[in-house]
């Protein structure tokens, strides 16, 4: 069982908004910044978001992260069909002394 | 560009030993902290271990400290993973993935490779 709790699956239609939870505690989430990861099937994950909201370069701006006390969100506006991935959120756990990351969130755009 | 290249993977039986490698190029390796990420099959991904720019600072997960050794050659641009006593829980794709920093506790993974398999079988 994972630290982090993510929803196993959401799905959207094409031009829709989605949006994926990722819940923590007070140890993780609730006192470091949180970054998400893309997984396209079969390849490796990269980097969507981090530092809760911030995007890296090449990222579109249809991702948007964002936190608030020990949770945080991934919010994906104007879904495609490429956008059909797992989505993994992950923190520093302070009681851990590690990386910990959600179980993933299968996206499904139907 | 950035390129992380996973080799040592194979068909290895409980209880044998196997090293892993990550080949960097596309940066300059001893400027930033690296870590091994694995994903059993099917399943989600798990950090495994992360070793500063010096190798000064190291981290493992709780569920391979003892039997997981983390190292890396700045000469060479190569970081490693030596596993012992391997399980058949041990089986996954293990990522090797750059830290946007010098630590491996503080910022993030910005760069992952392709990953290399273990199965580890009788």
């Known amino acids: 069982q994972s630290v982090l709790t993510q929803p196993p699956s959401a799905s959207g239609t094409p031009g829709q908004r989605v949006t994926i939870s990722c819940s923590g505690s007070s140890s993780n989430i609730g006192s470091n910044t949180v970054n998400w990861y893309q997984q396209l099937p079969g390849t490796a994950p990269k980097l969507l978001i981090y530092s809760n909201y911030q995007r890296p370069s090449g990222v579109p701006d249809r991702f948007s992260g964002s936190k608030s006390g020990t949770s945080a969100s991934l919010a994906i506006s104007g879904l495609q069909s490429e956008d059909e991935a797992d989505y993994y959120c992950?923190?520093?756990?302070?009681?851990?002394?590690?990386?910990?990351f959600g179980g993933g969130t299968k996206l499904t755009v139907l | 560009e950035v390129q992380l290249v996973e080799s040592g993977g194979g068909l290895v039986q409980p209880g044998r030993s196997l090293r892993l490698s990550c080949a960097a190029s596309?940066?300059?390796?001893?400027?930033?902290?690296m870590h091994w990420v694995r994903q059993a099959p099917g399943k989600g991904l798990e950090w495994v271990s992360g070793?500063?720019?010096?190798?000064?600072?190291?981290g493992y997960a709780d569920s391979v400290k003892g039997r997981f050794t983390i190292s890396r050659d700045n000469a060479k641009n190569s970081l490693y993973l030596q596993i012992n006593s391997l399980r058949a829980e041990d089986t996954a794709l293990y990522f090797c993935?750059?830290?946007?920093?010098?630590?491996?506790?503080?910022?993030?993974?910005?760069?992952w490779g392709q990953g290399t398999l273990v199965t580890v079988s009788s």
């Open positions: 070793i500063s720019w010096n190798s000064g600072n190291i």
């Open positions: 993935a750059k830290d946007k920093g010098y630590n491996w506790n503080e910022n993030y993974f910005d760069y």
């Open positions: 992950a923190t520093w756990d302070d009681s851990l002394n590690g990386w910990v």
């Open positions: 596309g940066f300059t390796f001893d400027d930033y902290a």
